[in-house]
């Protein structure tokens, strides 16, 4: 199985299922097909997407997502696959068990890991961490003190070489390029939680009423900094300005396929993300005790 993430974005497009294939056509142009057992994450941003209801079961049945994305590059709704694993009923229960303390425990193991992350990113981009690694100890149970916001506050004016730049989901760019990648980003651990037999709504920290996946907000944040990488190495060379086009997308969507040197191993980002969700759900079972995200470096010569 290989880990596709095909996106639909431009000119009206049909879909439907042929042989265990999804195919794609558009009026004057051959046919296009890719087998669903590869396609990881289906990414609709074209509002004139046609589609029959074989091609959402197929990609679901094959452990597939499928994303419709609203005007901004954000997630307006996602179809997951939930009949992934063989003790998944369980999980569910164990999830919806989950004690306090043990919530706390993972969210702290999860911050660290996010600022640590954000530090090394840093360091990388423009020769120092900002102090990042020592924030990422006093994180504690739960992050009372709010370290995770702090960190946020060092870091987004140094990684784009840019004092007045502000996260925000609607902001100017290069927000959307950072909002088209974490989507990217989303999907892929909203597929990964199912494939473990976690359902991506019982959150740990995340708790929004209107996010659906919160489960899937939390265990990205560790992430996060690998769409970061890929929109400042965009905006550097490029005018962030302009729209999202067909380039940039692709830049970004490779840094969600690249291989990345992962605590000494070369592995891709949907084999780590698979990896962590499996460690995620034996921890909420009981299975294991400790957490602990795996620290994810520069990608692979090639890639």
């Known amino acids: ?20 294939q999804l195919i794609v056509s558009r009026q004057g142009q051959p046919e296009v ?34 994303v419709i994305c609203d005007s901004h590059y954000l997630p307006a709704g996602m179809l997951l696959p939930l009949q992934s694993h063989f003790v998944q009923t369980e999980r569910f229960a164990k999830q919806a068990e989950l004690g306090q303390p043990l919530r706390k425990r993972l969210w702290q193991e999860i911050v660290r890991a996010k600022i640590r992350a954000q530090g090394r990113l840093l360091e990388e981009l423009r020769g120092a961490h900002a102090g990042l690694s020592a924030l990422a100890a006093r ?22 070489a840019n004092l007045a730049f502000h996260r925000a989901r ?26 473990a037999g976690l359902h991506p709504s019982f959150g740990l920290k995340h708790s929004n ?15 996060r900094p690998l769409v970061d990488r890929a929109v400042a190495l965009w905006v550097r060379d490029h005018d962030p300005a302009l729209p999202v086009g067909r380039e940039a997308k692709s830049f970004l969507i490779g840094a969600i396929q690249s291989r990345y040197d992962i605590e000494g191993e070369e592995r ?33 010569p090639g890639e």
């Open 1 to 20: 199985m290989t880990e596709r993430i095909v996106e639909l974005a431009e000119g009206p497009v049909r879909l439907h299922v042929r042989n265990e």
């Open 33 to 66: 097909s890719t087998p669903l057992a590869e396609i990881a994450v289906l990414l609709l941003s074209q509002p004139h997407a046609q589609m029959t209801q074989a091609v959402l079961s197929g990609i679901a049945l094959a452990g597939g997502t499928v």
């Open 139 to 160: 994180v504690g149970s739960g992050d009372p003190e709010n370290v995770e916001a702090q960190a946020a506050r060092r870091y987004w004016p140094v990684v784009f």
């Open 170 to 195: 609607d902001g100017p760019p290069p927000n959307n390029l950072l909002n088209y990648g974490y989507t990217v980003l989303r999907a892929a651990v909203s597929r990964a939680l199912c494939g």
């Open 209 to 223: 009423r209107y996010d659906t996946f919160s489960l899937a907000s939390d265990l990205m944040e560790p992430f």
């Open 268 to 300: 891709t980002l949907p084999d780590t993300l698979g990896r962590t969700s499996a460690a995620l759900a034996r921890v909420i079972g009981g299975e294991q005790e400790r957490f602990a995200v795996p620290e994810v470096g520069p990608p692979c």
